[in-house]
């Protein structure tokens, strides 16, 4: 694969990868707690810290799948597919949904977005280093108000991802980058 890292940091950031498959085994509530007081450290211009999060754990991990059902019903049924995911969601040890303001400035709200995505991917990297695996998502239903608003995210509030977290049971293949040199054009004159 090439270049592996010189350090630490570098190994971390080339290593993780997004994990969909997971072990049944608990991840440490107080552990995540620590990991975001971690991740909080993000750049974050006008220090806005725009996030906040809800973290689904043991029971209340049904308060989240049953607001990913409220989401997908068709005609008051439910498709096969939803129901596959929501049985997948169950066993997943634990959702942690991070939000941001909606702020209406559109600069702020660039803002806010690319410091909660850093925040995020502080929180990832942090996590992989002590073995535990996550996969951020968006899909449809994390834009969709009924989703939204079972779980209590208000309408002035972006759900910018939900985190799904876990030991990591599959560690797929890391898929190709571009080579930099690619992308970059250097003006030195
Ligand atoms: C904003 C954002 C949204 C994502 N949403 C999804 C998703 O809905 N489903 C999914 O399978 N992966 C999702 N991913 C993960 C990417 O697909 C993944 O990072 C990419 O395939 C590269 O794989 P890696 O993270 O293992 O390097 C998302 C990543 C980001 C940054």
Redesign the pocket.
Known sequence: MGYEGKNDVEKSIMS?????KFTSDPVDIDEVIELLNVAKWAPNHKLTQPWRFQLYTGAGKEKFVEAFLASQEQDGALPDKAKNKAAYFRDIPLHLVAIMPEDSRKKRWDEDYAAI?AM??NF?LAAWERGIGM?????DW?HDPVFKNAIDVAPDEKI??TLMIGYPAHI?K??ERKNIEELLIIINE
């Open positions: 993780r990868r997004s994990i969909k995505s995020i991917q990832q996969i951020w998502r968006t899909n994390t910018v991802g797929p890391a898929e």
